[in-house]
């Protein structure tokens, strides 16, 4: 349990190490982002996001990039797209370990 707790440990003070720091391209460029998609419903909150512009007003220049089921997990690993909507359960393999 006690690796448990510093993986946790370390993985939150590699999620906030980033926080505050200036994430703008130089030069006011947006930075480029493509967002990897499958077509579900519970992706809608990304096409209304490109839709009215809150994309553009952080800075970023969103390309949405379709994929298929079968091999989503293995675009992303291979860099077909930057970011996702899904939750990482999908893309971790089950573990057998009882956590109990």
Same mark, same amino acid.
């Given at each position: 349990?006690?690796?448990?707790?510093?993986?946790?440990?370390?993985?939150?003070?590699?999620?906030?190490?980033?926080?505050?720091?200036?994430?703008? &391209?130089?030069?006011? !460029?947006?930075? *480029?982002?493509?967002?990897?998609?499958? /077509? #579900?419903?519970?992706?809608? &909150?990304?096409?209304? !996001?490109?839709? *009215?512009?809150?994309?553009?007003?952080? /800075? #970023?220049?969103?390309?949405?990039?379709?994929?298929?089921?079968?091999?989503?997990?293995?675009?992303?690993?291979? /860099?077909?797209?930057?970011?996702?909507?899904?939750?990482?359960?999908?893309?971790?393999?089950?573990?057998?370990?009882?956590?109990?």
């Amino acid at each position: 349990m006690t690796n448990l707790k510093l993986i946790l440990a370390a993985l939150g003070a590699w999620l906030l190490g980033g926080c505050g720091k200036n994430s703008e &391209p130089a030069g006011g !460029a947006s930075a *480029k982002v493509r967002v990897g998609y499958i /077509g #579900l419903t519970c992706e809608a &909150p990304i096409f209304t !996001a490109v839709e *009215k512009g809150f994309f553009k007003e952080e /800075g #970023l220049d969103v390309s949405l990039v379709k994929c298929d089921w079968k091999n989503y997990k293995d675009v992303l690993a291979l /860099g077909g797209f930057d970011v996702t909507h899904h939750l990482v359960m999908y893309f971790l393999k089950p573990s057998s370990r009882d956590w109990t």
